[in-house]
């Protein structure tokens, strides 16, 4: 096995990316950079993540520094990255480790997993790269390196039990935050989904998948489930001076803590005639724009049907929430979904005589 585990380190040594979180060579490993990273790349690609990552560690260049930031302006500066969940506890993350952890990461996944936003995944690939503990991280691109290699016939998620215990027999113990790396660059790069280029792979000789001709089959995976269809209406309610409403959804929900316009509660039947206004922040007329926004989440797809009503200045001082002009949006962290909703909108109404 050894050789193939000398076969990869060289081939990342001579062909690994070169990513502005990663030491190479003799450089110095940066845990801050390393965590950083790992957070902004749960569920984003490497591509996405290059320009926040560079403008989080100019912004905040240590967990201090981040701990002392407004959680407003994480959020803001993270939008666009999408799953605002991870902004939030990077907040939490960063306070925890500048006040319980004297500003510096626990130095093992055991540790690690505790913190807020660090998951079994998470919590191996910091503890390999930034302070090189014998595990290798199983994403979905080593999975499907090791059910490859090791021609795994088990469905995923099914066959994950046995792809971890491969990973587990199969992590080197010299440089296992290298061989990490290595891994996923592989994974990214030579080991991909449907077409391996496995002339250029260094674990071609010992592949079960290329020898039996199999590897672009492989891993297999379960039907995947119809996913829920959700629908809300979204309330663009606006001042007589032009400006709309806005307010913060709540911490604990999807996008919580973002602002966004009101919308009803997001359920599986869609909200007809007189229930239309049923969640609305105030009582009018409220008109459809005519317009259906479709967005899909992780679990489930939402369609939004934005309906708009007017108030006069005096009531909208009585109600919650920031009256924000069309060109002060850009001031606020909305979810890409909101932008969304709002341009359509504000478009749309651009053309009706409001007020
Ligand atoms: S030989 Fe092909 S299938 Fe096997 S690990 Fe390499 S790229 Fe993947």
Known sequence: MKEYHDALLSWYDNEGRILPWRARGEQTINSYHVWLSEIMLQQTTVATV????????????????????????????????????????????????????????????????????????TAKAIAAIAFNEHVLPVDGNIARILSRMYAISIPLPNGMPEIQNAASAFTPVTRPGDFAQAMMDLGATICVPRTPSCEKCPFQPTCKAHALGIAAELPLKNKKRVRPQKYTVAYILKREDGAILLRKRPENGLLGGMMAVPTSEWQLEKLEGKNIGRDAPFITHWKSLKSHINHSFTHFDLEVEPYYGSICAKKAKILDGDWVFPHQLNHYALPKLFKKIIEISLSKLSTIDVV
């Open 50 to 121: 290059i320009p926040y990552f560079l403008s989080f560690i100019q912004r905040w260049p240590t967990f201090q520094q981040l701990a002392e930031a407004s959680l407003d302006d994480i959020l803001h500066a993270w939008q666009g990255l999408g799953y605002y969940a991870r902004a939030r506890n990077l907040h939490l993350c960063a306070k925890k480790i500048a006040n319980d952890y004297t500003g510096k990461l626990p130095t093992n996944s055991d540790e690690l997993i505790k913190l807020p936003g660090i998951g079994p995944y």
